[in-house]
């Protein structure tokens, strides 16, 4: 069996506990994954220690040829990095190519590190006074991801975090662990120092001995928001800078005036693609008034028989399989729920089958009507092929669904009403918002984050957000005093003496 080892300076560190990895086409273990110790944190971190300082003194034009060099190579491994992430992660192979390209972008981003690092500076903030502030790295920081996007967001993360100078440990899912090795691998192969850009695979112990470890000073975490938030807190307890992005419900508001077929197009990708197992998918339709309603749901019955699940290498197939049994389950269960608390389930994507693949984790594309706000099927991230219709009455009771919802990530509104968008945007308590755009997910030189209890922590992933959290800023105010004048100023001139300027806080205006 395959052994998806650490990414470590100088070891294997197989041995001890390991977990499975499943193909979930086929519901078989393909793979096991070592769960690393403390031990193995401390090499890491030692590797990381020794080789951090060198990496920062590197001149940041160089650090970001790496980035360039880095680029190159995934680019041209991108049909096998494509093919490994959909055989652990289920989705298909044009969505894993899209987790990777999205990644990737945030590399483009921070191939010009050298710009956004060059910092600020005042000639002549007071007499003879120049102000300058830099941002230096952090030091060592370390990322912990979810399995939903292994190449994406490991390089949210690791790309801006090494530009800036710091070394990176990364702890990847369990899940799906081969393709956030496989980037370290490549990373190595661009020209990155060893002991920049390690992994260590692990589960709850491996996320405990990185919260407490000393030498770590900052942590950015993506998952689910009782893990962010249970992350946050003890991170920031241990005294580090953490932002820990979680869970998502998000909506999509239907206007009377919204083209309806694009709406839908848009609905069945955004609801349904990647089996809703992304933070950014839109699992709430809410349709603002009965006609809408009524019209909406007419329109979206055939588009939804018209998806086709499949294995996630059938290139005609909308979607593949959920991550494991357990998480088929659990969305099973939410739908069961839902049929409880009294939603009608239009369509039911249970115990769906496909052929040839009965042992495979897939789950059908179910529809529930006439959710309603109460709903614990409502309140909570299913995180499936689930699609929720809430109808609202107006305009104004849409604004307060998702702004009153414990989640904040993304939102979407559909109209052609300049007006209404406008006013929506500005009104709506939530992180991201698309207008006319399902997905609202920013590109790299912008920032990604959500509100609520999407995000604990009060910076975003990637653009400016990004390169602040990996940074310190130093600020630095000097006075070079000319040395051919060494007279004595202050009392002969009027002035205060040198003596008493020193127990005064100056004042440069
Ligand atoms: P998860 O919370 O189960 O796991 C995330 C990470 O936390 C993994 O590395 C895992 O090993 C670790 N972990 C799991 N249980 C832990 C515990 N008890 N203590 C310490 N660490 C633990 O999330 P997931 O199922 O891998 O990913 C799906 C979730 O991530 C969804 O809720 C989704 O909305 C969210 N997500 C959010 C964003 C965002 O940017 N807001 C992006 C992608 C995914």
């Given at each position: 069996m395959r052994v998806i080892d650490h990414h470590i300076v100088g070891t294997g560190g197989a041995g001890g506990r390991s977990s499975d990895v499943f193909d979930p086409n086929t519901g078989k273990v393909q793979a096991r994954v070592t769960l690393g110790t403390q031990a193995d944190l401390d090499r890491a971190v030692a590797a990381a220690q020794a080789a951090q300082p060198g990496w920062a003194a590197t001149n940041p034009q160089r650090r970001a040829r790496v980035m360039f060099a880095f680029k190159a190579l995934v680019e041209a491994n991108m049909d096998e990095l494509a093919h490994l992430l959909s055989s652990e992660h289920g989705k298909v192979i044009a969505d894993a190519k899209g987790d990777i390209q999205r990644g990737l972008e945030v590399v483009e981003f921070a191939c010009g590190i050298p710009h956004v690092l060059k910092g600020e500076y005042t000639q002549?903030?007071?007499?003879g006074i120049d102000v300058y502030s830099t941002r230096q790295p952090i030091g060592i920081g370390a990322g912990i991801t979810p399995f939903n996007f292994p190449a994406m967001i490991p390089l949210w993360m690791g790309a801006v975090a090494t530009a800036c100078g710091n070394a990176f440990i990364l702890k990847p899912s369990e899940r799906d662990p081969s393709v956030p090795v496989r980037l370290a691998e490549l990373m190595r192969e661009a020209g990155m120092p060893e002991g920049i850009f390690q992994v260590v695979n692990g589960d709850k112990e491996m996320v405990d001995a990185i919260l407490d470890h000393?030498?770590?000073?900052a942590i950015s975490f993506v998952g689910s928001s009782d893990i962010a938030h249970y992350v946050y807190n003890r991170g920031v307890a241990a005294g580090k800078r953490v932002q820990a992005m979680g869970g998502a419900k998000n909506h999509g508001i239907v206007m009377p005036d919204a083209d309806l077929d694009q709406v839908v197009a848009d609905l069945s990708g955004a609801a349904f693609g990647s089996a809703g197992e992304r933070c950014m998918a839109l699992p709430v339709v809410v349709p603002v008034g009965e006609k809408t309603a009524v019209a909406l749901r007419e329109k979206l019955l055939p588009a939804i028989e018209a998806l086709r699940v499949g294995v996630?290498?059938?290139?005609?197939?909308h979607y593949g399989p959920v991550i494991n049994a357990a998480h088929k389950a659990r969305v099973e269960q939410w739908i069961q729920t839902g049929v409880d608390e009294g939603?009608?389930?239009?369509v039911d994507g249970r115990g769906f089958k496909l052929q040839g693949h009965e042992d495979g984790f897939f789950v059908g594309p179910s529809l529930f009507d006439h959710v309603t706000p109460d709903m614990q099927s409502y309140k909570e991230e299913i995180f499936g092929p689930v699609l929720q219709i809430v109808r609202a009455k107006d305009f104004d009771e849409a604004v307060r669904l998702p702004s009153q919802h414990q989640y904040g990530n993304g939102v979407a509104i559909f109209t052609r009403n300049g007006h209404a968008a406008r006013e929506f945007a500005a009104r709506v308590n939530v992180g991201m918002v698309g207008i006319n755009v399902p997905?609202?997910?920013?590109?790299?030189?912008h920032t990604f984050g959500g509100w609520k209890r999407s995000a604990f922590g009060d910076t975003n992933q990637h653009g400016m957000e990004g390169v602040k959290f990996w940074t310190k800023v130093k600020t630095i105010t000097q006075r070079w005093p000319d040395g051919s004048a060494d007279l004595p100023r202050g009392s002969e001139d009027g002035g205060p003496s040198r003596i008493q300027d020193a127990f005064v806080i100056p004042t440069m205006g």
């Open positions: 002549g903030a007071g007499p000393p030498a770590i000073g996630s290498t059938d290139a005609e197939a939603a009608e389930l239009v997905i609202p997910v920013p590109v790299a030189y």
